[in-house]
């Protein structure tokens, strides 16, 4: 079972839920992942750094964050 959680002030919210063998819930979670990304999400795996552009249906978790500034 993965999980599509987005990253807010307090903790996370859970945004999608999706099994490796469940084909629909994978489908919605690819949806949903798109819609954050196009609203300037940035996706990346619960265990690493590397931005996500496609649903990793492997994975255990994918946090979505926005893009910090710096400089």
């Known amino acids: 079972m993965g999980v599509l959680l987005r990253r ?4 996370h919210e859970r945004v999608a839920e999706w099994s490796a063998d469940d084909e629909a819930s994978i489908e ?4 949903l992942l798109r819609q954050e990304l196009d609203a ?3 996706a990346v795996p ?7 552009t496609e ?3 492997d994975a255990e978790a ?5 893009p ?3 400089g």
Do not use: F, H, K, S
């Not at 919605?28 to 949806?31: I, K, N, T, V």
């Not at 619960?46 to 996500?52: I, R, S, V, Y």
């Open 46 to 52: 619960g265990d690493g750094n590397e931005p996500l």
């Open 8 to 11: 807010v002030l307090d903790g």
């Open 62 to 66: 994918v946090i979505l964050t926005m």
């Open 28 to 31: 919605e979670a690819r949806q």
């Open 55 to 57: 649903l990793p249906v």
């Open 40 to 42: 300037g999400y940035i």
């Open 68 to 70: 910090m500034g710096g």
